[in-house]
């Protein structure tokens, strides 16, 4: 079955297909909002993840409306554009055409592909279901729903070594997701839980952060890098730097040659590109990126266009990273060079504009590095919780989180540590 989308006015309006409504396809669409095209937006789900704060529905400090909304929601008032749910599957590039799972097919005249990355586990993918990454919400539901139930499994356990199991967590990788994660799951341990168990101590919960690479946050300067490992040891994180893990199952992990028994184990340690760019006849990077040109587009196709995570894009010699301003930038930029591509108009190379790092590792603990000005510990928490909070999808959103955290932050406390699901960890 073919599906086109009813036009705004005459029907040879230029159709715009952008796959994925995360910060690049979401960026795309909104700038075309006066452009006189007509715009088909296609995502698995139906809502935008604000993906920086997602730590924080994992270790039950937000909830997930907090940092997601629906796109039918935040497009409401734009009219060039129809919301599709829907998964793509097939590209067929001579024809201008993608296939849905559903078996539809859609045409367009400029295709923008923006589905972001998921989890790499570097050859080994047996480990997924040992070692959850953080890419969805349902990722961070299940993530949530396994740390709490260590600290249940471990009350209601009569053996000291299961036990002890129970309360040792590992978190691989020592990028600002595997940060934010041990420092705020060090702090639930220490502070969120006490008092509330009568035969475990949460206090004497293990948390490890695990980094195969030679200091924790590499993308900072080395000093930052240092005062985030201290800020971790504060909180109580054991940072082990330097050594890799070499198998983790049900029971848990071997780093080097020894075997760690523990019973929850996060991954953060690495991305994949999304399966779309294997759609595409395009050179991709080890990563499976596709490897645009300097306007984003496709070597042999421009009326195709990658952004976000699934895009390799290198500036000055340097990749530019998989952030979420950097995502943003390259839907805005994407929507100028379909602009330009519609009026016959040269399309202008990307350049990438690097506001600076921001990690934070707990409770007025955080690294902040905006071209050469470095901040760490409160100042720099202040400065991550405003980026953050400003950059949230809706006014309702930031009032709540701004409450939330607030109230977190004088109680310690965590209301959002509800176990859902029915299935047996």
């Not at 690049?24 to 909104?30: A, K």
């Not at 948390?207 to 040891?233: C, N, T, Y």
């Not at 996060?266 to 990126?289: E, I, N, Q, T, Y």
């Amino acid at each position: 079955m073919n599906h086109e989308p009813p036009g705004r006015g005459d029907a040879r309006v230029p159709h715009v297909v952008i796959v994925g409504g995360g910060f690049g396809g979401l960026w795309t669409t909104r700038a075309l909002a006066s452009a006189d095209v007509r715009i088909t937006l296609i995502d698995r789900r139906n809502h935008h993840l604000f993906q920086p704060l997602l730590y924080q529905v994992a270790t039950a400090g937000l909830s997930s409306p907090d940092i997601a909304a629906p796109l039918r929601h935040i497009l409401r008032s734009q009219r060039n554009v129809e919301v599709r749910l829907g998964e793509v599957v097939g590209l067929d590039p001579a024809a201008r055409r993608v296939a849905l799972a559903d078996g539809d097919s859609i045409g367009y005249d400029y295709l923008l592909l923006a589905s972001g990355a998921a989890h790499a586990y570097f050859g080994h993918d047996d480990w997924a279901g040992d070692a959850p990454g953080l890419k969805t919400l349902d990722d961070a539901l299940h993530i949530r729903r396994r740390l709490l139930l260590a600290f249940e499994r471990a009350e209601a356990s009569d053996d000291e070594a299961e036990r002890a199991a129970w309360l040792s967590f590992a978190v691989v990788g020592g990028g600002p997701t595997g940060v934010e994660l041990a420092g705020t799951l060090a702090e639930i341990a220490r502070k969120t839980l006490r008092r509330e168990f009568r035969r475990i101590d949460p206090a004497q919960a293990k948390v490890r952060l695990i980094e195969a690479g030679p200091r924790v946050l590499s993308s900072f300067p080395e000093e930052l890098s240092e005062k985030a490992r201290k800020q971790l040891q504060k909180l109580g994180v054991e940072v082990v730097t330097g050594t890799p893990v070499n198998a983790i199952d049900e029971r848990g992990y071997t780093l080097g040659d020894t075997f760690v028994p523990a019973r929850t184990v996060v991954w953060a340690a690495g991305v994949a590109a999304s399966k779309l760019g294997a759609l595409l006849d395009a050179p991709r990077d080890r990563a499976g990126r596709v490897q645009v040109l300097p306007d984003l587009s496709v070597p042999g196709h421009p009326e195709i266009f990658v952004a976000g995570d699934l895009a390799s894009v290198q500036q000055d010699g340097k990749p530019v990273p998989g952030v979420a301003p950097a995502a943003k930038q390259m839907g805005a930029h994407v929507a100028r060079a379909i602009r330009d591509r519609i009026a016959g108009r040269s399309t202008a190379p990307f350049r990438y504009k690097d506001y600076g790092n921001l990690a934070t590792i707990g409770r007025m603990a955080a690294v902040v590095d905006v071209h050469g000005f470095k901040l760490s510990g409160l100042l720099a928490w202040w400065f991550w919780l405003a980026a953050h909070v400003f950059f949230l999808i809706g006014f309702r959103n930031r009032v709540i989180v701004l409450i939330n955290w607030a109230w977190a932050y004088w109680s310690y406390q965590r209301h959002a540590r509800i176990i859902l699901g029915d299935r047996e960890e």
